[in-house]
């Protein structure tokens, strides 16, 4: 596949059609049904979103959206589902593997009636056991679960009476112990871009070898990030230009004071402003590459942030006004972040355990059809993220034929002019549905395209509308034979 990036000169024209004054956006809270609800104390603590679209979320809950569904749920943006009988104890973490397929890590013995002391796999219809479903260790529960690149799991193994803890990988067949055995409880696992393995929990070595709190694994031994952090990590985030964020109840990182969230370049360790009052239990970035962080805070930086607040890269503030306090994790889902805790009270703007956060500005990509077909078959485009200021607009289109050409399009506006009055060779039903103010020639790989559009981090752009189509072009010995299209989308600039 083939990817692009444009358009600083369509960006300039665009300056001239924005509105003279920046859109006016912000966040604002938004309820997911009726939200999650007992027995007892109920909390959300492990929110993904799953590979049909849904958002899973996990944690001590009896029901959600008034329906019975035990300790996991799903939201389909409208309502709430269970997920087979659920399970019959808390779900501390929830996993997507690289086929799609969804994990549960927590406290419960039993899925579809067969043991599983821990772990399990959403099939699609049913929960089943990893293996024979016992734990990676006996007589120990594992808390956390990370997917290697290659789709093996990875999960931890604490033994509270000695204090020491490792991890394991499932091979496909048993459970293996990687490298290391830790002082302290592994709190949290991910996998870096780069496939390494990030660690970090209560522990200050690693095989008697002294590891502050984070370790990294290269595939063969741990590494230490520097000198460490003090405290207890509860939440890390790998961002899009490689930084870490680390989260938690954290004092110090690096030698450095911290206030319970730091930031590793690679290099060094460093504080984000003066922090947040308490813990940080779950991290984010926007598309804009701003971080959202949730956690038991009531203040970020210099002002009120009521269990939520958002770090732009040079100071905190607060993200909305309504008590979000305790929230435990968040996840990015296209167009809006839903946030997962124990927070209390549902009404017309807040839902107990799970919520949204909404922009007042949306980015959108709204399909405009077309009835043509070229000589394979129907050229498709669709969104792969959406246009928000800061950020990167991206789409994919399929259905090319072999040794095809294709100009990607991106106008100022709509049209609908047939491909015929461009060229002869334009087949029926095919028609120029965007403008051409701005045009990419590309080749496609294996008969599909990428294409990326940076939008400035201006606000000027919020609302402003683009038409965006691909035209296909079939060529023989040289001659131009068939011309089609794409569908087109329809964009809107949104900031969040």
């Not at 993200?319 to 996840?331: E, F, G, I, K």
């Not at 959406?386 to 106008?411: C, Y």
């Not at 201006?458 to 023989?476: K, S």
Request: charged letters at 10%; aromatic letters at 8%.
């Amino acid at each position: 596949m083939t990817r692009h990036r444009c358009c600083i000169a369509l960006f300039a024209v665009l300056i001239w059609f924005g509105s003279a004054a920046a859109a006016q956006c912000g966040l604002a809270v938004a309820p997911m049904g009726g939200g999650l609800s007992g027995p007892g104390s109920t909390f959300g603590s492990s929110a993904v979103v799953m590979s049909d679209g849904r958002l899973a979320v996990g944690g001590y809950f009896g029901r959600a959206g008034g329906q019975i569904v035990n300790h996991v749920a799903a939201w389909d943006g409208t309502t709430w589902q269970g997920l087979g009988a659920g399970f019959n104890g808390t779900v501390t973490d929830l996993q997507i593997g690289r086929n799609g397929d969804l994990y549960a890590v927590g406290h419960f013995t039993i899925v579809n009636g067969q043991t599983a002391l821990g772990l399990a796999r959403w099939d699609g219809a049913a929960w089943q056991p990893i293996g024979s479903g016992a734990a990676p260790v006996p007589g120990t529960r594992p808390q956390r679960l990370a997917i290697q690149p290659d789709g093996q799991l990875v999960s931890d193994s604490y033994r509270p009476g000695t204090g020491l803890a490792n991890l394991l990988r499932w091979d496909g067949a048993s459970w293996v112990g990687l490298p290391g055995l830790f002082n302290g409880p592994i709190v949290c696992l991910t996998f870096l871009s780069d496939g390494r393995l990030i660690a970090a929990g209560g522990f200050t070595w690693e095989s008697l070898i002294p590891r502050f709190g984070i370790a990294v694994f290269d595939g063969v031994s741990w590494q230490p990030l520097g000198a460490g952090i003090s405290g207890l990590p509860l939440a890390v985030k790998e961002c899009a230009n490689g930084d870490l964020i680390v989260g938690g109840i954290l004092t110090m990182a690096g030698g450095n004071p911290v206030s319970n969230i730091a930031r590793w370049d690679g290099t060094s360790w460093s504080a984000l402003g003066t922090g947040v009052s308490a813990a940080v239990d779950g991290i984010e970035e926007a598309p804009n590459g701003d971080l959202i962080v949730v956690g038991s805070f009531t203040w970020a930086g210099s002002g009120p942030a009521n269990g939520i607040a958002r770090w732009d890269g040079a100071a905190w503030s607060a993200v909305t006004s309504v008590a979000a306090a305790p929230a435990y994790d968040l996840v990015w889902r296209g167009d809006d972040f839903a946030v997962v805790g124990a927070v209390t009270g549902t009404g017309p703007t807040h839902s107990q355990g799970a919520f949204r956060l909404v922009t007042n500005c949306p980015a959108a990509a709204a399909p405009v059809p077309t009835t043509c077909v070229g000589t394979a078959g129907p050229v498709d485009l669709v969104a792969s993220d959406l246009p928000w200021t800061g950020a990167t607009f991206r789409s994919h289109a399929t259905g090319f034929a072999s040794g095809a050409l294709a100009a990607i399009v991106v106008g100022l506006a709509q049209q609908s002019l047939p491909l015929a009055q461009v060229h002869p060779a334009g087949l029926p039903n095919c028609s120029l549905l965007a403008t051409t103010d701005a045009v990419v020639l590309a080749v496609p790989a294996a008969g599909e395209l990428d294409f990326a559009l940076n939008v400035p981090a201006d606000p000027a752009f919020v609302g402003i509308r683009l038409e965006h189509q691909v035209v296909q072009g079939e060529f023989l010995q040289g001659a131009l034979t068939a011309l089609s299209a794409s569908n087109a989308l329809r964009l809107t600039i949104g900031a969040y």
